[in-house]
Nanobody, 120 residues
Framework: QVQLVESGGGLVQPGGSLRLSCAAS????????MGWYRQAPGKQRELVAGIFSGSRTNYADSVKGRFTISRDNAKNTVNLQMNSLKPEDTAVYYC??????????????WGQGTQVTVSS
């Protein structure tokens, strides 16, 4: 059984910062990629940032230069540092991982989501 647990969401004023963390636990053999998605009310879920084996990263155009994704392979965690937050960043943020669990089967997992609200 694999679980992804997010933390760090909350309410912040425009221009402020938040740091999201996600910890993967369970019977994990190896993690290929981890990332963060978000879903605002009435909108589709979208990729915010991803980090892959070898620490290659990619970002949505809307967050480039403001958000930074990082990963701790030893702890199976991924973080998202969000700076210069804007009201349009308001959404539920979801952690996602492609990983090998028991039997070396590659599967995709989601966290439960954490709310980020940017408002004055």
């Amino acid at each position: 059984q694999v679980q992804l647990v997010e933390s760090g969401g909350g309410l912040v004023q425009p221009g402020g910062s938040l740091r999201l963390s996600c910890a993967a636990s369970g019977n994990i053999f190896s993690i290929n990629a981890m990332g963060w998605y978000r879903q605002a009310p009435g909108k589709q879920r979208e990729l915010v940032a991803g980090i892959f084996s070898g620490s290659r990263t990619n970002y949505a155009d809307s967050v480039k230069g403001r958000f930074t994704i990082s990963r701790d392979n030893a702890k199976n965690t991924v973080n998202l540092q969000m700076n210069s937050l804007k009201p349009e960043d308001t959404a539920v943020y979801y952690c996602n991982a492609d990983l090998f669990s028991s039997g070396w089967v590659l599967k995709n997992y989601w966290g439960q989501g954490t709310q980020v609200t940017v408002s004055s």
